[in-house]
C-alpha cells in the first residue's frame, strides 16, 4: 500500500524557534491534511490543502502541498509551549487507497520554555 | 468540535475474549473509520463504513470486524483479543469521502493481557 514517510521523527527547540517537518510519498496524493495529537486526545485537523503547490497558512503555521504532489511540509514560526505533541501528515490518493487517508509516522514536538 | 464519542475510553481485557468498542457521532456523516494507533506506525486504518450495513476493509483489517446498523453508530469487534491489539484506538468521521479531511474522537486505550 501507499506510505508516507515523515521526519523528523522528533525535535526539541527552545521556545521562540522556528519549526519545519515534511512528509514525502513514492505515489501521488490528490489532498494533504496536517494534524496535530495532544497526549491522550484524538488528531485534530491544522491544515488541508487540495491543489499541487498550494501554500496555506492557519496562525503561526504554514504548510505547502509539493509540486510533484508526493510531498508536503509544515512549517511552524515562533513557537509556545503549548505546540508539544504529535504532529501527523496524511494523504488520500486515488491509485490504491480510493478516498481513504494514509498516515505518516508522526513528529514528536518538544519545546522547552 | 465534531461530535464523536467512544466508549468505553479505557478498557482492560484477557486474551481470547471478545471486545466490542463504540464510536457514536451526532453530525450525521455517511463517513465512519476505525483507526488504530501504535508507536513508529502512526495510524492505521483497520475498517470504514460509507453509510448504514456498507462497510470495507482497510489495510490492518485481520481479527476485527465492524457492524454499522444506524447512521450515527459504528462498531468495531474484536472476536477473540490477542496481545497484538492492544493500541488506542481511534473513530473519524467524514461528510464526504474524496478530498474531505476527517475529524477523530479521543481515542480508546485497549490492553490485551
Known amino acids: 500500500g501507499q506510505q508516507l514517510n515523515q521526519s523528523p521523527q522528533s525535535m526539541f527547540i527552545q521556545e521562540g524557534e522556528d519549526v519545519s517537518m515534511n512528509c514525502t510519498s513514492s505515489?501521488?496524493?490528490?489532498?494533504w491534511l496536517w494534524y496535530k495529537q495532544d497526549p491522550g486526545e484524538g488528531p485534530v485537523l491544522l491544515i488541508a490543502l487540495y491543489k499541487a503547490g498550494e501554500l496555506t497558512s492557519n496562525g503561526r503555521l504554514t504548510a505547502q502541498f509539493g509540486i510533484t504532489r508526493k510531498d508536503s511540509f509544515l512549517n511552524i514560526s515562533a513557537s509556545i509551549p503549548s505546540d508539544v505533541g504529535i504532529y501527523f501528515c496524511?494523504?488520500?490518493?486515488?491509485?490504491?487507497?480510493?478516498?481513504?487517508?494514509?498516515f505518516g509516522q508522526g513528529t514528536i514536538l518538544t519545546v522547552h520554555p | 468540535d465534531a461530535g464523536i464519542t467512544q466508549s468505553p475510553r479505557h478498557k482492560v481485557t484477557e486474551t481470547g475474549t471478545p471486545v466490542t468498542l463504540r464510536c457514536h457521532q451526532t453530525e450525521n456523516h455517511r463517513y465512519m473509520y476505525w483507526y488504530r494507533q501504535d508507536p513508529g506506525h502512526g495510524l492505521r486504518l483497520i475498517h470504514y463504513s460509507y453509510g448504514v450495513k456498507d462497510t470495507d476493509k482497510g489495510e490492518v483489517s485481520d481479527g476485527y470486524s465492524v457492524s454499522r446498523s444506524k447512521t450515527e453508530d459504528f462498531l468495531l469487534t474484536l472476536e477473540s483479543a490477542t496481545s497484538s491489539q492492544t493500541s488506542v484506538y481511534f473513530c473519524a468521521i467524514s461528510e464526504r469521502q474524496l478530498q474531505e479531511t476527517q475529524y477523530f474522537g479521543p481515542g480508546t486505550r485497549l490492553l490485551v493481557l
Open positions: 505515489s501521488i496524493f490528490n489532498t
Open positions: 496524511a494523504g488520500e490518493g486515488r491509485s490504491t487507497s480510493y478516498g481513504k487517508l494514509t
